[in-house]
């Protein structure tokens, strides 16, 4: 696995351990609400065996912006995406950016749909994957189809990223 450069702020960076930083995402309980449905912050030892299973499970990824770990991403090998973005860096579209990469991702591993599992309470997540062609087909699973380039060309569009930007 490489690094994937999204954009001139935004790097995907293949997984490593790095406990110092990643625990701190997890240790907000709204956080952890939002992505796992838990209401209690992960120990080092819950947040190894969630890194070691999408490590090996998927292609996992820190999201560097701007030169900062803000969060991770990974795309599953049974096409499931999910992200976390630590709070202080919500909202400024890292997110949507990250998802449509791993969607390019999914597209040159052959993939013909990606999925993701949003809780109904998710109305924030639930936005953003809608943002970039998901679509609600079940209480908490949303899906898009990637057999046509049609998907999403005003947000690839928007963001640079049609050109491999």
Known sequence: MEKRII??????IPYYPNPDVTLSWYQDLDLCKQVDNIDYTYTPE????MYTYLSTHGDCYYIQYKGKLVGDVTLRDNAE??????????????G??????MVALAKEKGL???KANIYSFNTQSQKM???VGF???????YSCQLDTEEQFP???EETGMENGK
């Not at 819950?46 to 065996?49: A, E, I, K």
């Not at 949507?96 to 990469?101: E, F, W």
């Not at 679509?135 to 699973?141: F, G």
């Open 7 to 12: 954009d001139r702020e935004i790097t995907l």
């Open 46 to 49: 819950l947040l190894n065996r």
């Open 81 to 94: 995406i999910s992200i976390v973005i630590c709070k202080e860096y919500q909202n400024l579209h890292i």
């Open 96 to 101: 949507r950016r990250c998802i449509a990469d």
């Open 112 to 114: 013909k749909e990606v």
């Open 129 to 131: 994957f809608e943002s």
């Open 135 to 141: 679509q609600k087909v079940s209480e908490e699973w």
């Open 154 to 156: 005003v947000f690839l």
